[in-house]
């Protein structure tokens, strides 16, 4: 179409995860509680008693108002589980929300954005939006912190730690050296931090260059309200706010936002659940003869030796159990499979058992 910037045209669009749910029914649509959903790395328990409380509390005034454009009460709440200000909060429409104002805040034609390969398949698909370059910087194979990372001179870098789709960590304090580093922002995507054991957020106490990314998709069963939030210095909050729509948080989203993420009790236990689970699907899948590294996510990608990545996928689809494949450079041999409950996770375990046992 001759309407569209160039690059537009030309982009692709970012493929999200299946929602077999949301199939069409003439896709022979399986029954919701025939499916195994392990393929875009929600939280396998549902969001706190209280957030359904304060859905169920939200009353029409509020509805008929324009929201708080900064969503100051989950600013507050957020500033104190993360002890820094609510200054150094800024409240988003989920991570993604974050990614593209950022993209836009930093990057132009000569402003190139950098990260580490294979990593979250969205930010390429931002820059391509952006019209900026993006410089890949390939990890190796344990998936350290590129040392070229450094001295791409890039406007923007990215690092997603924990990374997607490997799960793998990079220590605080290499990420506090690469910010020291920089010229431009360094923006940690922690949309998976919930289910690590350390965080980055003190870097932003001694860095006016980096931005926290946080979701309250994964650690707090909230994905369908679609809410993130960014923690940097105020300097980096107030420029952020310029490029963001004036209300990008609706009231429902901040006060379910809010009810999740002060319920502190309740996001520590389902934590706890999805890590041991965690522990316990790695094993199942090594005792199979997987290749599975370990993950600080809340998801885990195991390597297939003996068949094809691709045609497990399949025939775990056929099955209704969804789990991602992706067909990309060093990820064509391996599956990415969300940490489900302790039931899906032994069907999932049940199906992988006959497909290997399958000939050819
Ligand atoms: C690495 C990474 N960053 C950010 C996001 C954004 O999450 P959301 O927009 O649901 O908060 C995702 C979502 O899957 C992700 O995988």
Redesign the pocket.
């Known amino acids: 179409m001759k309407y569209f910037r160039k690059n537009i045209e030309s982009a692709k669009s970012y493929e999200p995860g299946f929602q077999p749910s949301f199939a069409k029914a003439t896709e022979g649509r399986p029954k919701e509680a025939d499916i195994i959903k392990l393929n875009t ?1 929600e939280n396998p328990y549902p969001p706190s008693p209280k957030v359904l409380k304060a859905l169920a509390e939200i009353k029409d005034e509020q509805l008929r108002r324009y929201p708080d454009p900064l969503g100051n009460a989950f600013r507050e709440a957020a500033a104190e589980v993360n002890g820094v200000q609510p200054e150094n909060i800024m409240c988003c429409n ?3 929300e974050l ?1 593209r104002m950022a993209l836009q805040a930093f990057c132009d034609e000569n402003r190139p954005v950098a990260y580490p390969v294979p990593t ?1 398949s969205l930010y390429p698909v931002l820059a391509k939006l952006q019209n900026c370059r993006a410089i890949e910087i390939p990890f190796d194979k344990e998936f350290n912190l590129p040392a070229k990372l450094a001295g791409t001179g890039a406007a923007l870098t990215i690092v ?1 730690n924990p990374n ?1 789709p490997s799960g793998t960590f990079i220590n605080v304090e290499e990420l506090a050296s690469l910010a020291d580093e920089l010229a431009g922002v360094l923006l940690i ?1 922690e ?1 998976y931090v919930d289910f690590a054991e350390r965080e980055c957020t003190s870097l932003v106490k001694d860095f006016d260059n980096v931005i926290i ?1 946080r ?3 994964k650690g707090y069963s909230l ?1 369908g309200v679609r809410f ?1 939030y960014a923690i940097a210095q105020p300097g980096l909050i107030t420029g952020l706010l310029k490029v963001k729509d004036s209300y990008n948080v609706d009231t429902v989203a901040i006060a379910l936002a809010t009810a999740a993420i002060k319920d502190r009790e309740y996001f520590n236990e389902c934590v706890k659940k999805v890590k041991a689970e965690r522990i316990r699907l790695t094993e199942k899948l090594r005792d199979l003869g997987f290749d599975v590294p370990d993950s600080f996510a809340n998801f885990i990608l195991a390597k297939c030796k003996n068949k094809k990545a691709a045609e497990v996928h399949e025939k775990l689809t056929q099955r209704n159990i969804y789990v991602r494949y992706f067909n990309y450079p060093k990820l064509k041999d391996k599956l990415r499979i969300s940490i489900g409950t302790e039931e899906q996770d032994n069907k999932l375990i049940s199906a992988l058992k006959e497909i290997l046992a399958e000939p050819g």
Do not use: H, I, K, T
């Open positions: 790395n989920g991570g993604d990614l979250y997603c997607a995507d949309a990314l979701s309250m998709s994905a993130g």
